[in-house]
């Protein structure tokens, strides 16, 4: 069973750091691009970085550019979002999910992890 669960979320003040992991497990997902997302009280869920299965191809939200870092560890499946200079707009559920080879869509996710950054 394909299961992705997400850690490391909490509450912090702005301008601080954390770092955020997606334990992933049920198969292998070497092959997978994995995402990071989230979604704010009242808005839509949005992408916030992405990380191809070699980890050279990373793309990330303007929003979020220069602040986060997404990284993976193929050889543990896990998936981090390292996340500074964090600010109240960052405030969110944040969602890991896999796509796997092939598909157009990520196809698995993860419950969520609450981040609320206090100004």
């Known amino acids: 069973q394909v299961q992705l669960v997400e850690s490391g979320g909490g509450l912090v003040q702005a301008g601080t750091s954390l770092r955020l992991s997606c334990a992933l497990s049920?198969?292998?997902?070497?092959?997978?691009?994995l995402g990071w997302f989230r979604q704010a009280p009242g808005k839509e869920r949005e992408f916030v970085a992405s990380?191809?299965?070699?980890?050279?191809?990373?793309h990330y939200a303007d929003s979020v550019k220069g602040r986060f870092t997404i990284s993976r560890d193929n050889s543990r499946n896990i998936l981090f979002l390292q996340m500074s200079s964090l600010n109240p707009e960052d405030t969110a559920i944040y969602y890991c999910?896999?796509?796997?080879?092939?598909?157009?869509?990520?196809?698995?996710w993860g419950p969520g992890t609450q981040v609320t950054v206090s100004s």
């Open positions: 999910a896999s796509k796997p080879s092939g598909y157009s869509n990520y196809l698995h």
């Open positions: 049920g198969r292998s997902f070497i092959t997978d691009e």
């Open positions: 990380v191809g299965w070699s980890s050279v191809a990373k």
